[in-house]
T-cell receptor, first 111, second 121 residues
Framework: GEDVEQSLFLSVREGDSSVINCTYT??????LYWYKQEPGAGLQLLTY?????DMKQDQRLTVLLNKKDKHLSLRIADTQTGDSAIYFC???????????FGTGTRLLVSP | GAVVSQHPSWVICKSGTSVKIECRSL??????MFWYRQFPKQSLMLMAT?????????EQGVEKDKFLINHASLTLSTLTVTSAHPEDSSFYIC?????????????????FGPGTRLTVL
């Protein structure tokens, strides 16, 4: 099945780290992605991880993948008010050539 | 690079009319484009996969006669919402793959348009 779950809301203070979690059910994914969506806008790819990796770091972003538990997380270091947005994880379903998106996590960063 | 545009960015129409939304890849050729629908405070739901020169593949539950998709060139796909009703009001987002890897970071990466907000009165 294709079911990708995220917690709905996360609130942090500026300068803190944010951790957004995602669980998925389909183990055939080749890539897992994190997208950012600002109000009324399309999606911006933040980072991705290949399914045979455990971790990927990209500047302030760290992605952790636990394939055994089908758990993906995105850590944003030194979170800024400009990071306030909705974050979606997505998996690329092998063979179907399509993305299945998570439910989205609304991140609110307060000064 | 890897810019995908949508037109219009927003549209308001009367119930019963048809609305066409365009999705263009501006600096790369996209053999495959995707159309998503997003309700307020919800995730993106894939509606259909549009392949250049062939019929679109619709997801389960999406009416192909209501949501007409045409992908006549490698840079343009259109979604026409026919006989629109208030329940069709939504945010429609397209995306495009860059199959030749001109701009891709990851295999099968999709580049998203800015979305079109449709309001049906």
């Amino acid at each position: 099945g294709e079911d990708v779950e995220q917690s709905l809301f996360l609130s942090v203070r500026e300068g803190d780290s944010s951790v957004i979690n995602c669980t998925y059910t389909d183990s055939s994914s080749t890539y897992l992605y994190w997208y950012k969506q600002e109000p009324g806008a399309g999606l911006q790819l933040l980072t991705y991880i290949f399914s045979n990796m455990d971790m990927k770091q990209d500047q302030r972003l760290t992605v952790l993948l636990n394939k055994k538990d089908k758990h993906l997380s995105l850590r944003i270091a030194d979170t800024q008010t400009g990071d306030s947005a909705i974050y979606f994880c997505a998996e690329d379903i092998l063979g179907f050539q399509k993305l299945v998106f998570g439910t989205g996590t609304r991140l609110l960063v307060s000064p | 690079g890897a810019v995908v545009s949508q037109h219009p960015s927003w549209v308001i129409c009367k119930s019963g009319t048809s609305v066409k939304i365009e999705c263009r890849s501006l600096d790369f050729q996209a053999t495959t484009m995707f159309w998503y629908r997003q309700f307020p405070k919800q995730s993106l739901m894939l509606m259909a996969t549009s392949n250049e020169g062939s019929k679109a593949t619709y997801e389960q539950g999406v009416e192909k006669d209501k949501f007409l998709i045409n992908h006549a060139s490698l840079t343009l796909s259109t979604l026409t919402v026919t006989s629109a009703h208030p329940e069709d009001s939504s945010f429609y987002i397209c995306s495009a793959r860059d199959p030749w890897g001109v701009y891709r970071e990851a295999t099968n990466e999709q580049f998203f348009g800015p979305g079109t907000r449709l309001t049906v009165l």
